[in-house]
């Protein structure tokens, strides 16, 4: 298995853009997380799905902030437009099933507004 | 509110002496337990996770961690410590409901003298 794939690893934009992120996660597994990683505030939830459908959102910054999960194999984080307080490591994470199960991280995306 | 505590912020070892760091939770019921270990530029990787039955776990790379109750502590060890454990190691604790989310530690960062 592929493990969790995270695309792209780094990102570099302006205020103001739009930066989407992009999360594979590993197949047959029905819960997706998205987290932020900061030196500041360490690892945070941002949002989960279960099955496609968004769980919990209350950790999503604000609403420049949404998330997606078309399908079972892809989910996507956007921001916009984005500012520099964004600037953090964005992991995606899944795992098998809602309940408490051992989450699989992705490599993370790098992400740094200027 | 479930949270979870990492008193140690930084620590460093010599190579081949004893590591053991600490890990405090708040939950009220029998919590689901994780220990997770990221390396610079990487994702998460699970080292080990209690669930229930023997409160002393296994996990790879020669850690172990041991669930107290009574001290509401999971602290991750390791006998000897090689210089490739330089990471970051990050403590999470789950509610077994059916929300699927964990709550991690602020981390402890590892350093190994040679």
């Known amino acids: 298995d592929a493990g969790v794939i995270q695309s792209p690893r780094h990102e570099v934009t302006e205020m103001g853009q739009e930066v989407t992120l992009r999360c594979k996660p590993i197949?047959?597994?029905?819960?997706l997380f998205w987290y932020r990683q900061t030196m500041m505030r360490g690892l945070e939830l941002l949002i989960y799905f279960n099955n496609n459908v968004p769980i919990d959102d209350s950790g999503m910054p604000e609403d420049r902030f949404s998330a997606k999960m078309p399908n079972a194999s892809f989910s996507t984080l956007k921001i916009q437009p984005s500012e520099p307080r964004d600037s953090a490591v964005y992991f995606c994470a899944s795992s098998r099933t809602s309940s408490v199960e051992t989450q699989y991280f992705g490599p993370g995306t790098r992400l740094l507004v200027l | 509110a479930q949270s979870v505590t990492q008193p140690d912020i930084h620590i460093t070892v010599s190579e081949g002496a004893s590591l053991e760091l600490r890990c405090n939770y708040s939950?009220?019921?029998?919590?689901?337990l994780f220990w997770y270990v990221q390396s610079p530029g990487q994702g998460l990787q699970l080292l080990l996770k209690?669930?229930?039955?023997?409160?002393l776990v296994q996990g790879i790379k020669g850690f172990e961690a041991e669930f107290k109750r009574s001290q509401s502590s999971f602290n991750l060890r390791k006998p000897s410590v090689h210089w490739s454990d330089a990471a970051e190691y990050f403590c999470a604790v789950g509610d077994g409901g059916s929300q699927g989310n964990l709550i991690f530690g602020k981390g402890t960062k590892l350093s190994v003298k040679p």
């Open positions: 939950y009220g019921a029998t919590p689901y």
């Open positions: 197949s047959g597994h029905n819960s």
């Open positions: 209690y669930f229930s039955g023997d409160t």
